[in-house]
Every structure is written in structure tokens, then in C-alpha cells.
């Protein structure tokens, strides 16, 4: 105890500027060289004549980690504090025998918050030092700057402080750490990379974010090779994809190319339907846990690049293993949206499907039906108005096109083409009030009629007309696409239900368009 209160009074003496004048030095160089060397064989205990690991009592450890605290105080390089922690003396164990820990480890491990403080508080000295030693101990440097970033991940004070000087230290070294995931690198180099940059990101995002960045290259490069590396596992790009939330802010070019290199990772590693794998088997929980990191990163980041990637991939299938947790993923995604960032996310589902010579019919009522209909559903409505003012005059284009002649691909075509543009017109009926679709000061049919408005019934007029022909149609005789056509007929029927309750009360109107055929005429309900 009374040594502990001398070293502590030292160090009090130090801070004061006191001590070195007392021992008549002006540099603590050499004394804090012989306290770091006078703990560190204190660690070592011989027996047999073999070094061998000392245990310390709890006195003993606090004495030498003042002493430490105070050689650190003396002289703030600290090279002789590294050089004991890249000692490699093997030590042996309790029966005599070698063990791969070696006197440098225990000394680390001994004192590991004193140590990363010191290293820390120096980064752009210490670490150039310490990486040095990466060709001849990768892992246990490895482990040191690991431990550095979880020091100053617990200790907030330092991490304002110290945080952004050690990251920028790490990332202009980034180069030198190539060795770990170039090609011939082992799994868990390429894990222990990945796991660093997920640290460094965590506490300063910037090179993320900015390609301005003086190291945001490399950073950059290895990441997209991660994500396309043929030789690790889905598993591991798993864990890639947990960084996706830092990269989906960078501008338009390299989202481009972290796009091409999902789309690349989707294609090597997703089956074209997720119903290939069986429930249960190691390829199924695989493929589950990648679509679960790619929900989670769409969530975090919002990011409209996502959005397509998952359609891309959910779309290829009618019902996705997964197509509850992907509603409920874009559920929150277009929630978590300020109303004016929830048009442009609408805009993706719609713009597949409107590029037909792109898509599949298949893909592109997919997309609209399982991704822009539920968004629909949950956006503010003024998200909603600005969608159908900016898409009302090409819908009523598509809606009120007659049916074509030229052959059963070409029907198809138009008949997904309507089908969809009447779930879409249900949809805006439903949500939006009678003085947003059906009044002279009405954005959206102003936008449908493209100039001045009269009545302001105009457009309510139109596709009452348009659906009612729909529903209506006289199949008898017909042998085409059959099904598809029930389904078109469907889909007019609900869209004139929605436009009436919104816009009619006499029930007349119900009467004549919803409930009411004639067979004479081939009109029918459905």
C-alpha cells in the first residue's frame, strides 16, 4: 500500500512538473525505459529454468499498473511499452512443456487498458510502429489494434478526443494490411480485416462516406471484393453486408459500382427461387441469414438502391420463403421515411414495372403488386398526391388504350398492364378524400387533363367509364388467356367500388355500377 501512495504521489508530482527538476533531468526517457523493463520481467517467474508466467496478487497488479501509468506519463513515445508487447519469449506451462502464449500477450493482457490509453493517445506514432511487426505476427498484431478499437469504443472522453486521430492513423496504414484479404488470404485474415474497418466505421464513418477521402480507395476496393470474392462463403459476405448501411451515401458513380457488385453477389450466391433449398438445411439458413442482413441494411440506410436490389431478388418468385419479413421490412422502411424521400422510393417499384421490354409480365406485376401497392398503403398523403400528379396521365393512357389484335404476348402485355393500373386507381380512391380526386382545385386531375379544370369530375368521369367497360366484358366464346382476364375484370370491379364510395352517396350510382347487369347486352358483374 505504501508503495502504491508513493507512485501515486510521483505521479502527482510529474503532473505538477516537478519530478524531473527533482531528479535533476530534464527527460524521463531513461526512468520511464527501467520502470516499463522493472514490470515487465516481474510477470516472469523461472521454474525448472524455464520462464514461466507469474501470477499476480491484486496488490501487486495495481502497484505495477501505476508504475506503468507513471513510465507512460514520462515519456509519451512509449517505444520501449511496445517493444515488451511484441516480445516473443515463449512461456511454458505447469508440466514444462512450450505454449504458444509468449511473455508479450500476458504482458498486454496483464495491462490492456493502461496500454491501449498510452498507444491510443500516441496513435500516430505508435501504430506506425506496431505495424511494422504485421508480416512477422499478423495475427497478434491483429489482436492489438482490435483491442485498441474496443478501448476507445467503452471510454467516450477518449474517443471524442483520440477517436478520429486513430482511425485516420489505421486508414492511411489501410494499404499495408492488404496481406489480409489479397488473394491466398485465409478466411480469418479477411475476418479480421472486415471486423476492423466494421470498428473504425462505427466510431468515424467518414471515409465511407466521402470519396474525397485520401484512403476512401483502398477501403473502397476491398469492400467490392469482399462482396464478389468466389472464394468465401455466403456466410462471410453476410457479414460484408453489415457494413452496407456506411456506403449507400456515396454519390451516384461509386453506388453504381457497389450496385453491379451486389447484383454480382446476388447472382453467385441466391438461387433463382428461394424454394430451392430445403427448410432447415445449412444452404437455406445461409441464404436466410444473407436476406435478413440485406432487410436490416435497407432499414438503416434507407437507401433506394437497396430497395431495388431486394426486388430483384423477391420478385423472381410469386411468394418468397421469406414474404412476411420482407412486407414487414418495407413496412419500416417507407415509414421510417420523411414524406418527401417516400416519392422517389414509390418511384422504383413503379419505374420496373413500366419497362416492359426489361422486365417479365411476371416481375413487373410483382413489383407493383408486393412493393409499390403496400407502400401506397402507409405513405403520407402528400407522398401520395405528388405520385399520381407525376404518373395520373400515363395511367389513364394505359387504362383507356383499346385492346389490342396483335397476338396473345401482345394481350397479355396490356391486359398486366391494366390489370395493374386499375389497382393502382383503387388504391388512390381509397386513401386520398373526395376534394383530392374529384374537385376543379384537385393537383392530381389538373396533372390528368394537363391544363385548365372545369367540373373537376373529369378524371373520376373517365375511369368510371374505362372500368366499367372492364368489368363488364362479355367473355363468352373466349378461349385467350382466360384467367388473366377474370383478373383484369377484378381489378376494374374493385377500383369502381373505391371510386364510388369516394365520390358517390345516391345510391343509384352503387346501383348501375356495382350491383346491376344485363345479359342481354353481355354485361356482366364480373
Known sequence: VRLALLVSGYKQLHTAGLLLPALGTTSGKSLSSELVSAVFKSMVTRRDGHPTAAPLPPSFHQLAGGILELACQLDSQGRDLLDCVMNKTPLMTGGGKKSSTFQGMVFFTSFKAIICHHLISNSPESVPVLLEQLHAEPVWVGSILHGLLDHLAKDKVLRKKEGAALCNTLLQSWPKLAPWWEAGALQDSKSTALTLLRKILIIDSQVSRDPSHPTFQPVFTMYLDMLTDSKSTLPFKSQVMDLLPFFTVLPQTQLGQLK?????????????????????????????????????????????MLLELLISVMCREVRHVMEDEIQTSLSRFIKGMGADRQKPALDIPYGIFRREGSFPNEIRRSALERVCLPMLRLVHPTALTEFFTDHIKEIMDIIGAPQTKAGEASLKTQLTNKLCCFELVETMYSRLPKEDVN???????????????????????????????????????????????????????NALIAIISCTQTDMKFYTAFLFQENTAKGQFLL
Open 439 to 493: 374537385y376543379p382545385t384537385s393537383r392530381i386531375v389538373r396533372a390528368y387533363k394537363g391544363g385548365e379544370v372545369k367540373a373537376g369530375n373529369e378524371m373520376t368521369t373517365a375511369i368510371t367509364k374505362f372500368g366499367h367497360a372492364a368489368k363488364s366484358e362479355d367473355l363468352r366464346g373466349e378461349t385467350v388467356l382466360l384467367d388473366l382476364r377474370r383478373e383484369f375484370h377484378c381489378a376494374a370491379y
Open 260 to 304: 453491379a457488385r451486389l447484383d454480382r453477389m446476388v447472382a453467385d450466391n441466391f438461387p433463382l427461387k428461394s424454394s430451392e433449398f430445403s427448410a432447415g438445411s445449412s444452404k437455406y439458413n445461409d441464404y436466410i441469414g444473407a436476406v435478413t442482413k440485406l432487410l436490416s441494411a435497407l432499414e438503416l440506410s434507407s437507401s433506394l
